[in-house]
C-alpha cells in the first residue's frame, strides 16, 4: 500500500499556505495544489494495489509486462468503474474481484467509490487547465475543498484500499 505520510506532509503545507491567504487566487492556488496531489496519490496508489496484485498471483513475466504496458501506464485517472476496475479486472477477473468487493462491503466500498468520483470533474478540469480567477471553478462546481478538507478522502481511500488488498490477498491474489 502506498504511503499517505508525504501526501499528508504536503496537504499540511498548502493548508498553511490557505489559511494566510489574502484573496481568492491565494486561496484556490494551495487548493488546487492539494487537490491534484490527491489524485495524484489516488492514482499511484491504485496502480500500486493493481501491480502488486498481479505479483501475488504470480503472473509469467510477459503477463506481468502486459499488464504494465497495456494497463497501468495506459491509465490515466482514477475513477473506480472506468480505471481501477479495468486494471484489476485484468489481474484477477471479475470473479475474484466480486468476491473481493463483497468481503469488504457496500458500507466501505459505496462511499469510497462516491467520494472518489466527486474528485473526477475538479481532477479534470485542474489538471489541463491554468486558474482563472473570474471562472475558477469547473462549470457546474461552486467552489474546490481546501487542503485540509482533501484529508477525509485521503483516509477513506486509504482504509478502502486497504480493505481491498487484504480481501484480495486472502483470496490469494
Known sequence: MLSTVELINNINVYQQQYASAQGLREMLLPSKAALLEVCGWLEQAMDRLVIDCANRCQLSQSRLQS???DYVKKTSGFDYKRHFEKMLV???????????ETQIGAATLAPFTASISSLVPLRNHYAHTHLDEA???PQNITTIPSPSAL???VTQAESALASLESALQGLNC
Open 67 to 69: 499488464i504494465q504496458v
Open 90 to 100: 485484468a489481474v484477477v477477473g471479475f470473479k475474484v474481484l466480486e468476491q473481493a
Open 135 to 137: 471562472q475558477p471553478y
Open 151 to 153: 484529508i477525509q478522502y
